[in-house]
C-alpha cells in the first residue's frame, strides 16, 4: 500500500526576533525531519518528501541551513493529503519540527496558532494556521492520516480535532488518526536532548523496531500510549515541565514489526527488507545489492503497484519494458524496501525453472507464515498443486494485511520446465490478499491465463518521468565521482549540457547509462563529441564493436569467436575454460576479456576468475541478424565448439576410469 511522509524541519528564521532584534534559527529542526524521515522510509517503506531539501553526497536530505516560504509549505501539505496526481495514499503523516507561533485574530482577538515558515514574523504574517490544517485533514480522501508537531502551542491542533470529535459524538467517518504534539497550546516546546527536541527524541524511541517483544506491531495505538507513559515518567521531560499531547481516532494503524532482543548490543537493527524476507533477502542477496545500486526514481512504478494492491482485492501486477529500462532493479529496490517474498529468474548464473521457483517461493511462504516444524514435501515442485493449496492456508493467516510474491524475468524462464501449465505454474485462481508483482520483457508472450483483477505497466508509457529520473541518476553519478567531473571539464561542457545530452543519447535507458558513464569515467572516448556518441543501446553495442576492431579487415576472428562464445555459455567461466572452447592462448582470450570487462560479470569459485555476460541485451546484440552475417560466424557453431570441447573431457574422464 502506498504510504506517504512529508517531514518539514526548519532551521532559519530570518524574520523572527526575539526582545534584543536577533533572528531565532533554530538548531536541531532539519536533523530530527530528516531523522523522522529515514525512520519512516527504512522500516515502513514510506515515500518521504523532505521540507527544505538538498542533495547531499549521494541522497536528498533536508537542508539545515534552507528556506521554506508559506506557498511551498501550503503547497506540500496540500499535496500530501488531498493529492492531484490521482495516487491516493493509504497512509499520510505529516512531520513539523520548527517554530509554532500564537497570535490573534481581529474582530475578537481570537488567539490562534501557527506553523512558522521562514517568510513568517512576529505578528505571525506568512505563516500557516492550525486552522487550515485541519481543513486539509477533514477534506482529505486519505484513510489513515497521521500529524506529529514538534513545536510550541501545537496543542492546539489537537484540540481543535478533540473539540470536533465531541461534536460529531466520535464519529469517525471511517478515516482513522494519530496527532501528537509536543506541548499544550500555551506551552513551549523544548529541543536539545541528544540532539533532538524532546518529543522527537520519544518519537523516535517509540518507533525504534529492536523493542522487547518480536513479532510484535508497532502502531498508532501503541505509539500514543507509549508517549503518554513518556510524558508521566521521563524525568527529563518532568524537569522542562512539557505535556505531550496525543490522541488516537478510529482503527489502529499499523507502523511495522518489532524485531526483537537479539539485534541489540553490538548489532545494529537491520533494514527492514533483512528483517522481514530473510529468505529471499539471503537467496538473491548479491543481486539485490546490484541491481539497486544507485538506483534512483521509479516512484511512478511504486505508486501504480500500491494503487493496484489497494483498489483490488488480489491480483497479478505486471511491469513490461525493453532490455536496460532497469525491470529487474525497480522490483529489486521493491523487495528490498518492503522485504515481501521474492523470486528472480536469472537465464545465466541463477535460477530459472518451475520447479526452482516453486522450491524459493514457497520455502519462503512456510517460513514466514508457519511454525519451524513444517516442511517442504517432496513433490511440492512437480506442478502448482501444492502452491496454490499452500496460498490458500497463507491467506487464512495473513491478519488482514497484503501478502506479495515479487517474480522477476518470466521472460527468462526455461520454457520446458512448466510443461504446457501456465508459466511457472502460477495459479490461475487466487484467494484473496495474495499479490503477484511480476517483471517481463515488452513483447515476449508466455502462457499465462488468470481469472484474477491483473494490471500492466508499460515502462515505455512513461517517458517524462523516466527521462525525469535518467537526469537525476546522471547527476548522482556526476555528485560521486570527482573523476567523472574532471572528464566533464576536459569536455568544456558544463554539467547541464553533459547531462542533457548524455540523457538525450541514453533514450531512457539505464543501461545505456550505466556503460557509457564508466567509459567516459575512464577516458575512453575522448576524440568524440557528446553529439557523435551512439543513440541507444543497441547502437551502444555496435559502437563498442567497432571500437574494438570487431569489423576490420582482415576479420580478427579468434577475438570474434571468444566474444561469441561468452554470450552463448549459460554458466560462468574460467579463462582456461574459453580457452579450451575456443583453442586459443591465454594471452588473446584476456586480451578479450579485458576489452569487454564492462560487458562482463565477473565472480571467483574453487580460488579462479570466472566470466559471463552480465547483461541479455548484449546476447541480443551478438544474435542480431546483421552482426552475425558481418562476422560469418553461426550460433550452432559457437554451441558446438563449446558441446565438443565437453564432450571430450568426458570421453576422457570415462577412459581414465
Known amino acids: 500500500m502506498l504510504r506517504r511522509a512529508l517531514v518539514i524541519g526548519i532551521n532559519r528564521y530570518p524574520y523572527l526576533e526575539d526582545s534584543k532584534g536577533k533572528s531565532q534559527h533554530l538548531t536541531y529542526s532539519a536533523g530530527d525531519a530528516e531523522e523522522i524521515g529515514r525512520v519512516l522510509s527504512k522500516y515502513g517503506r514510506f515515500q518521504v518528501t523532505r521540507l527544505p531539501e538538498t542533495f547531499t553526497g549521494d541522497a536528498m536530505q533536508v537542508d539545515k541551513m534552507g528556506l521554506v516560504d508559506q506557498d511551498t509549505l501550503e503547497t506540500e501539505i496540500s499535496q500530501l493529503f488531498n493529492p492531484t496526481d490521482g495516487y491516493i495514499p493509504s497512509t499520510a503523516l505529516l512531520f513539523f519540527a520548527g517554530h509554532g507561533l500564537q497570535g490573534t485574530l481581529p474582530p475578537n482577538e481570537e488567539v490562534k496558532g501557527y506553523l512558522a515558515t521562514s517568510q513568517a514574523d512576529n505578528e505571525c504574517k506568512y505563516a500557516v494556521s492550525f486552522d487550515w490544517l485541519f481543513q486539509q485533514l477533514i477534506a482529505s480522501p486519505v484513510t489513515n492520516q497521521i500529524v506529529w508537531l514538534d513545536c510550541c502551542h501545537s496543542g492546539e491542533f489537537t484540540n481543535l480535532f478533540a473539540q470536533a470529535n465531541a461534536e460529531n459524538g466520535g464519529k469517525t467517518n471511517n478515516v482513522n488518526r494519530l496527532f501528537i504534539a509536543a506541548c499544550r497550546e500555551s506551552e513551549i516546546a523544548y529541543s536539545g536532548i541528544g540532539g533532538h527536541g524532546l518529543l522527537t527524541s520519544v518519537l523516535l524511541k517509540g518507533l525504534d523496531p529492536a523493542q522487547n517483544i518480536k513479532g510484535e506491531w508497532i502502531t498508532s495505538t501503541s505509539l500514543n500510549d507509549f508517549v503518554h ?179 522477476d524475468a518470466l521472460d527468462e524462464v526455461d520454457s520446458n520446465s512448466d510443461r504446457n501449465a501456465n508459466i511457472l505454474y502460477l495459479p490461475p485462481y487466487l484467494p484473496e490478499g495474495i499479490y503477484f508483482v511480476m517483471t517481463i520483457r515488452r513483447g515476449v508472450e508466455v502462457p499465462f491465463i488468470t481469472y484474477t483483477p491483473q494490471d500492466i505497466l508499460s515502462l515505455l508509457d512513461y517517458q517524462e518521468d523516466s527521462q525525469r529520473d535518467v537526469r537525476q541518476y546522471i547527476q548522482n553519478r556526476i555528485n560521486g565521482s570527482e573523476r567523472l567531473r574532471s572528464r566533464i571539464e576536459e569536455r568544456r561542457e558544463t554539467l547541464l549540457e553533459f547531462i542533457d545530452k548524455i540523457a538525450a543519447k541514453s533514450e531512457n535507458n539505464f543501461m545505456y ?145
Not at 563498442?544 to 576479420?555: D, K, V, Y
Open 229 to 407: 507513559t513518556e510524558s508521566r515518567i521521563d524525568p527529563v521531560i518532568n524537569t522542562f515541565g512539557q505535556r505531550f499531547r496525543s490522541n488516537c481516532y478510529g482503527e489502529q494503524i499499523d507502523f511495522w514489526q518489532k524485531l526483537g532482543e537479539e539485534v541489540r548490543g553490538d548489532q545494529s537493527p537491520p533494514d527492514a527488507g533483512e528483517s522481514i524476507s530473510s529468505s529471499s533477502q539471503n537467496q538473491f542477496s548479491a543481486l539485490i545489492a546490484d541491481k539497486t545500486q544507485d538506483f534512483v526514481g521509479r516512484e511512478y512504478v511504486f505508486n501504480a503497484i500500491a494503487q493496484f494492491i489497494s483498489s483490488q482485492p488480489k491480483g497479478y501486477f505486471t511491469i513490461t519494458g525493453d532490455p536496460g529500462q532497469g525491470k529487474s532493479a525497480i522490483l529489486a529496490k521493491y523487495v528490498q524496501d518492503i522485504g515481501c517474498i521474492a523470486h528472480f529468474n536469472v537465464q545465466v548464473v541463477g535460477p530459472k525453472t518451475a520447479g526452482e521457483f516453486l522450491k524459493s517461493v514457497c520455502t519462503q511462504l512456510i517460513d514466514r507464515y508457519f511454525s519451524s516444524s513444517r516442511t517442504l514435501p517432496s513433490n511440492a515442485t512437480e506442478d502448482g498443486q501444492f502452491l496454490g493449496q499452500l496460498l490458500e492456508e497463507v491467506a487464512a493467516r495473513k491478519n488482514n494485511k497484503p501478502v506479495i510474491i515479487a517474480v
Open 513 to 657: 547509462l550505466r556503460y557509457v558513464l564508466e567509459d567516459i569515467e575512464k577516458g575512453l572516448y575522448q576524440d568524440l563529441t557528446l553529439e557523435r556518441f551512439p543513440q541507444g543501446l543497441q547502437s551502444y553495442y555496435e559502437f563498442h564493436w567497432r571500437r574494438m576492431g570487431m569489423t576490420a579487415t582482415p576479420l580478427p576472428d579468434e577475438k570474434i569467436k571468444i566474444v561469441y562464445i561468452l554470450g552463448e555459455v549459460r554458466q560462468p567461466v574460467s579463462r582456461q575454460q574459453i580457452c579450451d572452447f575456443s583453442g586459443e592462448d591465454t594471452r588473446t582470450v584476456q586480451t578479450v576479456l579485458n576489452e569487454w570487462e564492462q560487458f562482463l560479470h565477473e565472480l571467483e569459485k574453487d580460488s579462479q576468475k570466472r566470466y559471463i555476460v552480465y547483461h541479455a541485451s548484449f546476447r541480443d546484440f551478438l544474435h542480431r541478424k546483421d552482426i552475425l552475417e558481418k562476422t560469418g560466424v553461426t550460433i550452432p557453431g559457437i554451441n558446438q565448439l563449446i558441446a565438443k570441447d565437453q564432450l571430450n573431457k568426458w570421453r576422457n574422464r570415462r577412459r581414465r576410469e
